[in-house]
């Protein structure tokens, strides 16, 4: 009996250190020669639980269609996706601590002139993101994004590396609570 109720303390005891235990996430996100990229990597205690690389296919724009003169029109569309999710994003966003922001995008459109201004606008969209992050998140570190212009070149390439963390039970909390944020529009 008593190595019984030992046993269920320290099942309970291991149970609450894993609730409140943080999960983190690992996203690397790339286009590289119209080719897309996802990482996932989920870990607790730097044990990886998850590691692979998702489809994204369906879900993004066809990168052939995206270049350095199209990106602010991409972003603009992501824009109008995300208006429609906001108040579940928003809610993300509080539960989660961003450790890592890594964002970084090179292109040209082989005119200097217009890479120039692309140049610009894709900065200001940036930033704005960031400042949307930063004003609704709770980061540990400070955001890192760069655009490097190609004046003589038609290119584009874009990275984002993030690490985010949240509790365990905040963790399942979240995925029910938004369990149709996450679905795939084919199962519908």
């Known amino acids: 009996m008593l190595i019984s109720l030992i046993i269920l303390c320290i099942l309970f005891l291991l149970l609450m250190l894993l609730f409140f235990s943080r999960v983190y996430y690992h996203l690397h996100y790339s286009i590289k020669n119209?080719?897309?990229q996802l990482f996932l990597s989920i870990s607790i205690y730097n044990i990886r639980l998850y590691h692979k690389e998702l489809d994204i296919a369906k879900a993004s724009p066809d990168p052939e269609s995206v270049d350095f003169t199209t990106f602010t029109d991409e972003v603009k569309r992501m824009i109008e996706n995300v208006k429609d999710a906001k108040e579940k994003i928003d809610y993300i966003l509080t539960v989660i601590r961003i450790h890592k922001?890594?964002?970084?995008?090179?292109g040209g459109s082989g005119d200097a002139f217009l890479t120039g201004i692309m140049t610009g606008a894709i900065w200001s969209i940036k930033g704005m993101i960031i400042g949307y992050i930063s004003e609704k998140g709770r980061q540990v570190c400070r955001p890192h994004i760069e655009v490097l212009p190609a004046f003589q070149s038609k290119e584009f390439t874009t990275t984002i590396e993030c690490i985010i963390s949240l509790p365990f039970g905040k963790a399942r909390h979240t995925l029910f609570r938004n369990k149709?944020?996450?679905?795939?529009d084919s199962e519908n």
């Open 34 to 36: 119209k080719q897309q």
């Open 101 to 106: 922001l890594n964002w970084s995008t090179a």
């Open 180 to 184: 149709s944020f996450f679905k795939d």
